[in-house]
Nanobody, 121 residues
Framework: QVRLVESGGGSVQAGGSLNLSCVAS??????VGWFRQAQGKEREGIAT????????YYAGSVKGRFTISRDDPKNTVYLQMNSLQPDDTAMYYC????????????????WGQGTQVTVSS
């Protein structure tokens, strides 16, 4: 399995933006996703993308505010986050799956170490 390294987290005020990056140590798998886990809450799948950006899937909580994209030659996936709110505060993880159905959020099982996003009101 490839090693995933996230970056780009930080602290912003409500309404602000951040752009997260996830770089793979080798060939980025077909399906890549972004997940988050807030303190005391279960991990939530928020966006996934297939190679070539043929398919993208978003959780309702972020649709219209977050955009997932990928640069396959650079083995990198991004998460552009706009209109951030305090409820978006969480550790954000990049993850991959061996499956070719990127809508199956529960099947992602290879994780990066995460990057913290904190949104203040």
């Amino acid at each position: 399995q490839v090693r995933l390294v996230e970056s780009g987290g930080g602290s912003v005020q409500a309404g602000g933006s951040l752009n997260l990056s996830c770089v793979a140590s080798g060939y980025m798998p077909y399906c890549v996703g972004w997940f988050r886990q807030a303190q005391g809450k279960e991990r939530e799948g928020i966006a996934t993308i297939s190679r070539g950006t043929r398919f993208t899937y978003y959780a309702g909580s972020v649709k219209g505010r977050f955009t997932i994209s990928r640069d396959d030659p650079k083995n990198t996936v991004y998460l552009q986050m706009n209109s951030l709110q305090p409820d978006d505060t969480a550790m954000y993880y990049c993850a991959t799956t061996a499956l070719y159905d990127c809508s199956r959020f529960n099947e992602f099982n290879n994780w990066g170490q995460g990057t913290q996003v904190t949104v203040s009101s």
